[in-house]
């Protein structure tokens, strides 16, 4: 105040004007989808707004940007104030909804009449449609009673993102099933697989099944067998359905000498015996591969120049069925001659199933014999031949001998020094 003329007082007054920096005026969060926009606005106060960060902005130096930010983002404005002189600054959040983050469940498949619950994930408010088949259409999880295939809708809001995603419900009168036959080698095993509109298995006989309550339990079985699966799904009726596991047998039908011998530097034919059915059909593999003039045949030479014993192992393979079984012999090397090189079964079944039906000499040190006699239990002849690859079928004057014990007589010639080679026997005709 001022005292003037007279004794009188003179007053003027000043106004102070205070911004408050922690004032909001950059408005409320937003919330969109990954991939829309949403324009920013600071309101008009104050001067000069900048944004911060620049992602997702179409300018950082001006009132209204367009956000589209990848993810959610926390935007800073920043404006000054030409008479305060000070900045001032708010903050707006971004929130950014990804499109995956609604899912109205798996599809899946009810009998008619039955209720289903759908199993919903969203965010926000949620509606589902059509409504008049749910009991709440307002939550995530309503139970549904349809009796025709519908497709369910959910939906999820929040601020300016609605996302939408979908379920479709199948009917199903009742369950259906379907199978397939398989097969495999005898000590393998293989799935039985089972397939259709089911979510209930029962395998029957549970022989030979690891699980009979799942829709592709292991089989190994040792005989071919038929199982009967019944499906079942909810309260629908039940459906059955069959599938054969056919169990192919191995190659047994092949037969080779345990042991060959051999003198050193002589060619060893050997030779693998099919003594099952005429039409058997066999692959063979002979390990290892030396000294062999074949090793994928039936009746390779052995051309061993050695003193050392030598093992081959066979992998016989059936060629209709792929089933395999092995075989070994030993090549033994030998330095004199004895009677054992000539070698006759004490036994054989010449009742015509193909299988040990002929009875041979066999030998691997003498190419071929001086004679070959076989006699009854009273003396008489029976059989009589001078070739080593014949064999008696069990047979005298065309007609089948009778079961019992024979006696064989061998003659044979050793090849190192032409010495008699003598062997005698009993063997014995089964029927």
Known sequence: SVTGPGGCFAMDTIEVIVFDPSQE???????VCRGDTVILDYGG???????????????????????????????????????????????????????????????????????????????????????????????????????????????STDGNCSLTDSVAIT????????????????????????????????????????????????????????????????????????????????????????????????????????????????????????????????APIALLDTNLIYNYDILVTDLETGCQSNLETELRPLTFCTPDILAVPNAFTPNGDGNNDVLYVRSTGVADILIFRVFDRWGEMVYETKNISQGWDGTYQGKPVNPGVYVYYVQGICPLDNSDLLKKGNVTVIR
């Open 171 to 298: 009917v199903k009168d009742s369950a259906s099933i379907m199978v397939n036959d398989i097969e495999y080698c005898l000590g393998d095993s293989l799935d039985l697989f089972a397939f259709g509109d089911a979510d209930g298995y029962v395998w029957s006989p549970a022989l030979g099944l690891s699980n009979p309550n799942i829709a592709n339990p292991i089989a190994s079985v040792d005989t071919t067998t038929t199982y009967t699966v019944t499906a079942s799904l909810g309260t629908c009726p039940t459906a059955t359905a069959t599938a054969t596991v056919t169990v192919n047998p191995l190659p047994t039908g092949a037969y080779i000498l345990p042991i060959h011998n051999f003198f050193s530097g002589q060619p060893i034919q050997l030779f693998i015996e099919e003594t099952g059915s005429e039409n058997l059909l066999y692959g063979y593999d002979w390990m290892p591969q030396s000294n062999l003039t074949c090793y994928d045949c039936q």
């Open 45 to 155: 106060f104050g001067n000069n707004p900048s944004w911060a960060p620049a992602d997702g902005l179409t300018c950082v130096f001006c009132p209204y940007p367009v956000a589209s930010p990848a993810d959610t983002t926390v935007y800073t404005i920043t404006v000054d104030d030409p008479i305060a002189g000070c900045l001032i600054r708010d903050t707006v959040v971004v929130n950014v909804i990804h499109l995956d983050a609604i899912d109205a469940g798996m599809d899946a498949q009810v009998c008619s009449g039955d209720p289903i619950q759908l199993n919903g994930t969203g965010f926000g408010e949620i509606v589902w449609s059509p409504t008049a088949l749910l009991d709440n259409d307002t939550i995530s999880n309503p139970t549904a009673i349809i009796t025709e295939n519908t497709t369910f809708y959910f939906t």
């Open 25 to 31: 005026f950059a408005g409320p969060d937003r919330t």
